[in-house]
């Protein structure tokens, strides 16, 4: 049984930071790529940032460039989210996913190439 775990959500003012972790266990290959999505009240889930194994390539969302850094660590099936300069549209549902392979004109961006998702670990950023 695949499993991941996010942990690291809560209440934060703006301006301030956090950091998510995502555990991942069960896995029998090691994935294309992991990454992190958010879901806004009203909205679809959105693209965040993702890795991919080797960590040479990151993906951010725009609205994160510069603020959001994705972080892996192999050893532990764990990867991470260090949010610096939280803003309260940052406030979501945050969700950990795992895609098990790539497939030809499907960008790491897009949400339909994970396999494995996340119970979510809310982030509520007050202004």
């Known amino acids: 049984q695949v499993q991941l775990v996010e942990s690291g959500g809560t209440l934060v003012q703006a301006g301030g930071s956090l950091r998510l972790s995502c555990a991942a266990s069960?896995?029998?290959?090691?994935?294309?790529?992991m990454g992190w999505f958010r879901q806004i009240p009203g909205n679809e889930r959105e693209f965040v940032a993702t890795i991919t194994p080797s960590s040479s390539t990151t993906y951010y969302a725009d609205s994160v460039k510069g603020r959001f850094t994705i972080a892996r660590d192999i050893a532990k099936n764990t990867i991470y989210l260090q949010m610096n300069s939280l803003r309260p549209e940052d406030t979501a549902v945050y969700y950990c996913?795992?895609?098990?392979?790539?497939?030809?004109?499907?960008?790491?961006?897009?949400?339909?190439?994970?396999?494995?998702w996340g119970q979510g670990t809310q982030v509520t950023v007050s202004s």
């Open positions: 069960g896995l029998t290959f090691r994935p294309y790529a």
């Open positions: 996913a795992a895609a098990l392979r790539t497939l030809a004109s499907v960008r790491p961006t897009n949400r339909e190439l994970y396999d494995y």
